[in-house]
């Protein structure tokens, strides 16, 4: 079955280290998206990428990284800069130039700072 | 800039009445919308989505959508709640961004159905 894989599931993260949260979809979709979750404040996108070696800056983008090497995946970066990345870091995907598409997402990675 | 507005953080129906959840919207010519649903630790499923055509849009679980463009709105709407439709929803709007097609959320509503 076609779908979005995000792992790990569960991240700890200790001060001043960096993690990478991994996303992979077999959709063929072009077009990848990193969102962060946090109570209240709804879905904030942090990176997209409408193709393949090229990415762009969301509305939250500071501490964070990302690189798409490969159609199928888009892995996340949370750097040392991010001072309070405690959250739930969702991707998505679709097809870039179909407005009407709409989004797949996957399940999800709990990021947690100890 | 486009932007989707949830002015319900949480609704709260018996099972068996009937549910709206509420969202309004702002663009720039013609609204591509979309509804979403979360369930605890999960990511977003698409329940439906309202392009063009008829204002009544129907989605998966029985939900259905009511667009009204002189008002802005895209209510979510089910004639019979269920205690399992208990979840997060999130309206979203897709606007140009940069030559780009991207998203806008809203803060998502809380569902919760009383058995």
């Known amino acids: 079955d076609g779908g979005i894989t995000q792992s790990p599931k569960y991240l700890f993260r200790k001060e001043g280290q960096n993690v990478t949260l991994s996303c992979e979809q077999n959709?063929?979709?072009?077009?990848m998206y990193w969102y962060r979750q946090d109570p209240g404040q709804g879905l904030r996108l942090i990176y997209y990428?409408?193709?393949?070696?090229?990415?762009q800056k969301g509305d939250i983008a500071e501490g964070y990284s990302v690189s798409r090497e490969k159609k199928e995946s888009f892995p996340l970066t949370v750097t040392s800069a991010q001072k309070n990345p405690t959250a739930f870091y969702l991707c998505?995907?679709?097809?870039?130039?179909?407005?009407?598409?709409?989004?797949?997402f996957g399940s999800g990675t709990r990021l947690t700072v100890v | 800039a486009q932007s989707v507005a949830q002015p319900e953080d949480q609704v709260n129906v018996a099972e068996g009445n009937p549910l709206t959840v509420k969202c309004t919207y702002s663009v720039s010519g013609n609204p591509y919308l979309f509804w979403y649903v979360q369930y605890p630790n999960r990511g977003l499923q698409f329940l439906l989505k309202?392009?063009?055509?008829?204002?009544l849009v129907k989605g998966s679980y029985g939900f259905e959508a009511e667009f009204n463009k002189s008002q802005t709105s895209f209510h979510l709407k089910k004639p019979s709640a269920l205690v399992s439709d208990s979840a997060l929803y999130f309206c979203a709007v897709r606007d140009a961004r940069g030559g780009s097609y991207i998203p806008t959320f809203g803060r998502g509503t809380s569902l919760i159905v009383h058995p």
């Open positions: 990428s409408q193709i393949v070696n090229d990415f």
């Open positions: 998505a995907s679709s097809i870039a130039s179909d407005r009407g598409y709409g989004y797949t």
């Open positions: 959709l063929n979709h072009d077009a």
């Open positions: 309202y392009i063009t055509g008829d204002n």
